[in-house]
């Protein structure tokens, strides 16, 4: 089966409009290399049921199935569904996809960074693209933050396209192979694999407990002690503690710290007092 050649460039843009040899260069060797594509592409078209089951191979393996979903706060909801992780690994299945992120012009005295992020199916001709900005700011709870320092940028610009690659990907891929993967993956996830159910439940409090997360507030938020967690609480915090790893979630709003009424407060201080009488 012929591989996909996956592309997955930042390409810096600059105020400057002259175009450099290397420039010039590497602007025939894409071009070359995307008609080279094509050839290929043409000569070796994809075998769907090998496909099929190197996706199938690849969505029992548990490294890519604790990273094929995600979560993030949108509106006061939270917002999950199949990662770019996931959309990579689906695009080198299926074969004869190329995907990308480019920086098509970087406007310093605006802030903002136009971006174009693309899939391409090389052999139907299948293409999905957007072109979008994205601000050089970085949300804080006291307010957007303004990104000055060129690292700081491109990392913003880079988890800004991963979405956008993300969903061209998962445009141009079978919506039924799509499907069967994530299913795939969140049967991994549920069977753990093969570690009984007592054990993943440790290792899941032992997990949180490195990121100050106490069990009690897990209880909290499943609503359930520990000891009557399922396959399925387990499998969600399992999506929830590689969204924090990853930032896209912040480990107090999945887990708010408990709160201390007043009267718990007036209780407390009432209980002191008797005490100190008696």
Known sequence: MNQPMPIERMVPAGA?????????????????EVQAAIVVAQQCPRNIQAAVAEMRESCKQPYLAERAFFRFPRGGQTVSGPSVHLARELARCWGNVQYGLVEMRRDDEYGQSEMQAFAWDVQTNSRNSSTFIVPHLRDKKSGPEKLTDLRDIYENNANNGARRVREAIFAILPPWFVEEAKDLCAQTLRDGGGKPLARRIADAIRAFEGMGITTDRIETKLRRPSDRWTEHDVTQLGVIHQSIQ?????????????????????????????????
């Open 16 to 32: 400057s409009a002259r175009i450099g040899q290397g420039t010039a260069i590497e602007q025939s060797r894409a071009v070359a």
């Open 246 to 278: 990853r930032g896209e979630v912040a480990a107090d709003d999945e887990f708010p710290a408990p709160r201390v009424t007043a009267e718990e407060i007036t209780g407390s201080q009432s209980a002191d007092a008797e005490g100190t009488q008696s």
